[in-house]
């Protein structure tokens, strides 16, 4: 099998801790993985992921880091952060995804958290143009590399590698290793790679539960598909993963509205929910939706009451001061 060079950012399994309140609240024995623990500057999944495509860039000898994401993403600062734990400077590029936002949304959050940590940040106007923004940063890396820097672009768009995906293969591995009888595991589903990599690697491992995704991005159709491109991209990189077939999909869509990086009642529900059973937070862009699933599928009954579940808490909270405005209005009408 391909040896895959990772950085070394997460060395040791992050915990996964019984949620008691919930738990009865919800009636369900309800885990949640701590991977908002993972990684520096607010930790989080990307963290996993980085690992790999820092470890790729550190192999070839790179001193320059080039990512895309939206204006709050947390891939890129959490890129930030780990570039400069290796000496290596960073370009950020932040992309208009979310429409209507007040300025604190522009400057605040993660967007400070990318300056303090000494980011150069330039900006791609389109938000839902994947390909373009891979190949606006690699217009860049060249005039990077005619400097005589040595670039390395962490891509966004479907059609490359899933590198990062096998930060998740690793998560499916911990978990197996220590808690394998999960009859569900809920996690946020937007680019894939968190999503596919956990799916494929706990099925790998003979995982008897479900793993559903809850939509953060685009809705169950589209997310299907997507996932499905992912999969495929892994076991095309990584041939000792099972085969998943499609039938082993699961996606809930129910908290997806009003779109990617709005907040919605279920969302809302959910960060309330969880803040004041068990003094957790949630942002509301990925960790929020996630966990909306989980009461609404025990009220559907598609998680049966009793069931063991895992929420895998994938972080982002450095996004959630960019949401104070709102946050703040549904607060004071509740």
Known sequence: ?????KAGFVS?????????????????????????????SFGGNKTRQLDYYLGAAIAQDCDTILITGA????????AAALAAKLGMRTIVQLEARVPDQDPLYQRSGNVLLNQLLG?????????????GADAALRVRA???????????????????PPLGALGYVDAANEIMDETPDYDV????????????????????????????GSCVRR??????????????????????????????VSIWDG????????????????????????????????TAKAFAAIPALVDSGTIRKGSKVLFVHTGGLAALFAYQTDLTQLLNSA
Request: proline share 6%.
């Open 12 to 40: 040791n399994p992050t915990p996964s801790e019984p949620l008691r309140r919930l738990s009865e609240t919800l009636d369900v024995d309800l885990w949640i993985k701590r991977d908002d623990l993972a990684g520096p």
């Open 142 to 160: 060249e005039q990077e590399r005619a400097k005589g820097h040595r670039p390395y672009v962490i891509p966004l768009a479907l059609g490359n």
């Open 71 to 78: 204006v709050q993403s947390n891939f890129v600062r959490t």
């Open 185 to 212: 595991v809920v996690v946020a589903s937007g680019s894939g790679l968190t999503h596919a990599g956990l799916l494929s690697g706990l099925l790998t491992r003979g995982f008897a539960g479900r793993v559903i």
């Open 255 to 286: 908290a997806l509205g009003p779109g990617y990086g709005k907040i919605g009642p279920a969302a809302y529900s959910a960060m309330t929910m969880v803040a004041q059973c068990e003094g957790l937070i949630l942002d509301p862009v990925y």
């Open 119 to 131: 980011a150069e940040v330039i900006y791609y106007s389109y938000g839902e143009d994947e390909a």
């Open 1 to 5: 099998m391909m040896q895959f060079p």
């Open 219 to 248: 809705d169950k159709v589209q997310q299907i598909a997507r996932i499905r491109a992912v999969l495929d991209g892994l076991a095309a990189l990584n041939t000792s993963l099972r085969h998943v077939s499609s039938g082993k």
